[in-house]
């Protein structure tokens, strides 16, 4: 199974600035097709998952443009250029190129 | 609209079993990738088990030979069989839509929460 590693496991932003989480994969991502799938996805407190980035870095319609994906291979980021109070809540990064589906651990996302 | 709304959670014994469900609206179960994902009590995620759309299967090695998931068609509604549970099965269990196109989930249900316990 592909072991997907999330840090820091917190990050404290002050409104306004950025904020940014890396995840690396124990293996590359890259799919016989030449497509990565990776994605990021934000879970708001007591709320479901909901999809903020996928394939690397793609966003799907009604995500602001403040999430920037980024990388290639086994190293990967999620950067919010200007944190908001909305975007307060947990993220995992998760591979889809082979299934078992594994997710990366979680970064916590918090307002200093 | 699309929609995933989850039911059947509850509480069960050790070794017991329970059936949960997903209704789907907005879109054809069986023309998509329909997954179970869950969430122990303040954990991350884990992937359960997912139906593809010619009915192929496939499993969590934690859940394998216990969990198995189906469809009804005429419903519109995706299931999640659960026998032998165990105190590690509590969890809240989504049912996700998973794009076939760009291999990732578009669509969560609300979530449904299975306390695994005596």
């Known amino acids: 199974d592909i072991v997907m590693t999330q840090t820091p496991l917190s990050s404290p932003v002050t409104l306004g600035q950025p904020a940014s989480i890396s995840c690396r994969s124990s293996q590359s991502l890259v799919h016989s097709d030449g497509n990565t799938y990776l994605s990021w996805l934000q879970q708001r407190p007591g709320q479901p998952p909901r999809l903020v980035i996928y394939?690397?870095?793609n966003r799907l319609s009604g995500v602001p443009d403040r999430f920037i994906g980024s990388g290639a291979g086994t190293d990967f980021t999620l950067k919010i250029s200007r944190v908001e109070a909305e975007d307060v809540g947990v993220y995992y990064c998760m591979q889809a190129t082979q299934f078992p589906l594994t997710f990366g651990g979680g970064t916590k996302v918090e307002i200093k | 609209e699309v929609q995933l709304v989850e039911s059947g959670g509850g509480l069960v014994q050790p070794g017991g079993s329970l059936r949960l469900s997903c209704a789907a609206y907005g879109f054809t179960v069986s023309s998509n990738f329909m997954t179970w994902v869950r969430q122990a009590p303040g954990k991350g995620l884990e992937w359960v088990s997912v139906?593809?759309?010619?009915?192929?299967?496939s499993y969590a090695d934690s859940v394998k030979g216990r969990f198995t998931i189906s469809r009804d068609n005429s419903k519109n509604t995706l299931y999640l069989q659960m026998t032998s549970l165990r105190s590690e099965d509590t969890a809240v269990y989504y049912c996700?839509?998973?794009?076939?196109?760009?291999?990732?989930?578009?669509?969560w249900g609300q979530g449904i929460l299975v306390t695994v316990s005596s």
């Open positions: 139906i593809y759309v010619g009915g192929t299967t």
């Open positions: 394939k690397i870095s």
């Open positions: 996700a839509r998973f794009s076939r196109f760009g291999y990732y989930f578009d669509y």
